[in-house]
């Protein structure tokens, strides 16, 4: 079965600093990968997909940017973090049954 | 544009009770719609989907194409169903990507 590894579980960065949240997928070949947010009272927003490597859309435009360099490898990347960056984000991966969620990143930029 | 509302932020019942979740989609072709749960602690995870037309743990949910809602349902509450539900809705395209209501927190009370 499809698990997603997700690291770190919670971050505290300053406000310019860079970002780099990893997702890993275990189980499955070639798996739709997507990023997802949770901002503070709001609901899960997709930020990028990426249906194979090398391979990214991103949903909304924004601060962040994602890569694919591996099949299993899904990168969520900024060159200078904002405050509106802060939120929940979530890794998630398409495999035979469906979606599977990551645990998620909390990150809170100060 | 396709669209997941889910009016209620917050439900609290008390244990035996029935419950119900709203869900409201907008989506001009035909959805797949979905309902994921996350109990504290853990991870986002599938509920049901309305193409499977199953019970889990209890709860069911309709779709109503005529009313375009999925809304979530069980007769008797319990108290280990207090969790955070999401209603999302797969446009189908590439990546079948989710897209996911605010979602509502459940609360069941001994």
């Known amino acids: 079965s499809q698990t997603i590894h997700q690291w770190p579980a919670t971050l505290v960065q300053p406000v310019g600093s860079p970002l780099s949240l990893e997702c890993t997928v275990e189980g499955t070949s070639n798996p739709n990968l997507y990023w997802y947010r949770q901002a503070a009272g709001r609901g899960l927003q997709l930020l990028f997909y990426?249906?194979?490597?090398?391979?990214i859309s991103s949903e909304v435009p924004q601060n962040l940017s994602a890569s694919r360099p591996q099949d299993r490898q899904f990168i969520l990347s900024s060159k200078k973090l904002l405050l509106s960056d802060s939120g929940f984000y979530l890794c998630a991966g398409t495999g035979n049954r469906g979606y599977t969620f990551g645990s998620g990143t909390r990150l809170t930029v100060v | 544009a396709q669209r997941v509302t889910q009016p209620e932020k917050l439900l609290s019942v008390f244990k035996g009770a029935p419950v119900e979740l709203k869900c409201n989609y907008s989506?001009?072709?035909?959805?797949?719609l979905f309902w994921y749960v996350q109990y504290s602690r853990q991870r986002l995870q599938l509920l049901l989907r309305?193409?499977s037309r199953e019970s889990i743990k209890g709860f069911t949910a309709d779709l109503n194409k005529g009313e375009t809602s999925f809304h979530l349902k069980k007769p008797f509450a319990q108290e280990e169903d207090s969790a955070m539900y999401y209603c999302?809705?797969?446009?189908?395209?590439?990546?079948?990507?989710?897209?996911f209501g605010g979602g509502t927190r459940l609360m069941v009370k001994p």
């Open positions: 309305h193409i």
């Open positions: 990426s249906v194979g490597i090398g391979q």
């Open positions: 999302a809705l797969s446009r189908g395209n590439a990546g079948n990507m989710l897209t």
């Open positions: 989506y001009s072709g035909s959805p797949e």
